[in-house]
């Protein structure tokens, strides 16, 4: 079974700092990375993505890093804020034709303090 | 737009009992998604349809599990009987094959299994 490895599996930051979560995947046909956002009691919701085809996205305070020859891809967000405060996972296609089947990470949950 | 609807909102049982978890996908999107989520094993994929028809079902667990999604608006899905592990949190997800990797989270159905 192909996996999305994600680290760490938690991670507390002081307002305004910078948190920066990581996640590496194994041989995949891959076509787009999104990062999704999960408040608690609620589900997951996309909160930005990245093509393989650039080395950086940005919206916003957060940013997707990509390394393709390393297999690696980052996110991080500036500033962050006790709002930020949440789980994220990354997550990635399995096989391009299996219809948007993804594969997510473990979770990283983030605590930001005031 | 609604999103994803999902009932019941919670679910207490006893061992041994039929559960059924509903989910109505957003209207248009071809791909539903049923996953469970635990603090052990994360957010695992359990079953996925495309136009109705399951694609992959190699994440339910056993046959205790099963899935339906008799038309484009409605899923189901059943466990029966019912065991304490079963409890979760169960996620129905959506998504359009014009947009790979990019699926719309209900708020999921809390399970728990006495």
């Known amino acids: 079974q192909q996996q999305v490895k994600q680290s760490p599996q938690s991670l507390i930051v002081q307002k305004g700092g910078i948190s920066i979560i990581n996640c590496a995947y194994e041989n995949t046909a891959f076509d787009y990375f999104p990062w999704y956002q999960q408040f608690p009691g609620k589900g997951p919701a996309l909160l930005i993505a990245i093509r393989p085809d650039v080395s950086e996205k940005k919206e916003g305070r957060f940013t997707i890093s990509f390394n393709k020859s390393a297999k690696q891809f980052s996110l991080h967000i500036m500033d962050s804020q006790p709002g930020d405060s949440a789980t994220y996972f990354c997550a990635a296609p399995l096989i391009y034709n299996q219809g948007g089947k993804l594969i997510f990470g473990q979770g990283t949950e983030l605590s930001v303090k005031p | 737009?609604?999103?994803?609807?999902?009932?019941?909102?919670?679910?207490?049982?006893?061992?041994?009992?039929?559960?059924?978890?509903?989910?109505?996908?957003?209207?248009?999107?071809?791909?539903?998604?049923?996953?469970?989520?635990?603090?052990?094993?994360?957010?695992?994929?359990?079953?996925?349809?495309?136009?109705?028809?399951?694609?992959?079902?190699?994440?339910?667990?056993?046959?205790?599990?099963?899935?339906?999604?008799?038309?484009?608006?409605?899923?189901?899905?059943?466990?029966?009987?019912?065991?304490?592990?079963?409890?979760?949190?169960?996620?129905?997800?959506?998504?359009?094959?014009?947009?790979?990797?990019?699926?719309?989270?209900?708020?999921?159905?809390?399970?728990?299994?006495l």
């Open chain 2, 1 to 113: 737009d609604a999103g994803v609807i999902q009932s019941p909102r919670h679910e207490v049982t006893e061992m041994g009992q039929e559960v059924t978890l509903r989910c109505k996908p957003i209207s248009g999107h071809d791909y539903l998604f049923w996953y469970r989520q635990t603090m052990m094993r994360g957010l695992e994929l359990l079953i996925y349809f495309n136009n109705n028809v399951p694609i992959d079902d190699s994440g339910m667990p056993e046959d205790r599990f099963s899935a339906k999604m008799p038309n484009a608006s409605f899923s189901t899905l059943k466990i029966q009987p019912s065991e304490p592990r079963d409890s979760a949190v169960y996620f129905c997800a959506s998504s359009s094959g014009t947009r790979i990797g990019t699926q719309y989270f209900g708020p999921g159905t809390r399970l728990l299994v």
